[in-house]
């Protein structure tokens, strides 16, 4: 369906809006920008960035790029045949090799990253995230399995994929922060999932399978 005019209009203002956020945090500081100097940069009023941004943190971590459900989407969306381990693994190789934003592979990212680190706030947001994450896979996991509540086996099983997404970015970061180009990074996090994948174990790799639809008639 072609993007309407409203809808494009509100697209552009949301971008302006982070883009400017995102300038000034870097050049000054997450902490000492306010989000009226924000708003008076982009040209629109305080409450404007309020309503697409309800906190300042996701003027940085926007809900749509950093959401607690990421895992637990990626399982859900995939394929027949697929395990849970095996989708996410797809889909950190998909975004290494497209070198997205969301895994903080785009032009400029190390900049960004100086500021995150330098942020209290947007630590502690990244380290509650990861565990939101881990929380609402094993949700999903639990109820794809028909696991008991007391069955830890979902649980453990989110762990290590949680645990593998978080090693995955924190190369990223690590890399990044030590000047390295992007295309460098992603050979070197392509290996790091390669060899991640060897050592997980058939028990995880290969738990929660999809299964193929029953075909009637």
């Given at each position: 369906m072609a993007e309407g005019l409203r809808e494009r209009k509100k697209r552009l203002t949301r971008q302006r809006i982070?883009?400017?956020?995102?300038?000034?945090?870097?050049?000054r500081g997450f902490d000492n920008v306010t989000?009226?100097?924000v708003a008076a940069v982009a040209e629109v009023s305080v409450n404007t960035v309020y309503n697409y941004f309800p906190a300042k943190e996701d003027l940085?971590?926007?809900p749509e790029e950093a959401s607690p459900r990421?895992?637990?989407d990626i399982v859900r969306e995939r394929p027949p045949g697929q395990s849970a381990a095996g989708a996410v693994l797809a889909r950190?190789?998909?975004e290494v090799r497209e070198r997205e934003r969301r895994v903080g592979l785009s032009a400029g990212f190390g900049r960004v990253l100086e500021m995150m680190r330098a942020a209290p706030t947007l630590t502690a947001r990244l380290e509650e995230l990861g565990h939101q994450m881990t929380e609402a896979l094993a949700a999903v996991l639990a109820q794809e399995t028909g696991a008991e509540a007391d069955d830890p086996l979902p649980r453990v099983v989110a762990w290590h994929i949680g645990c593998l997404h978080a090693l995955a970015l924190?190369?990223?970061a690590r890399r990044t922060a030590a000047g390295q180009r992007p295309e460098e990074i992603a050979g070197a996090?392509?290996?790091?999932?390669?060899a991640a994948e060897s050592v997980l174990g058939e028990r995880v790799l290969t738990y929660a399978v999809r299964e193929e639809p029953v075909?009637?008639?």
């Open positions: 982070s883009e400017t956020a995102v300038r000034l945090f870097v050049e989000i009226a100097e940085v971590l926007p990421r895992l637990a950190l190789r998909e924190s190369e990223i996090v392509l290996e790091l999932l390669d075909c009637s008639g």
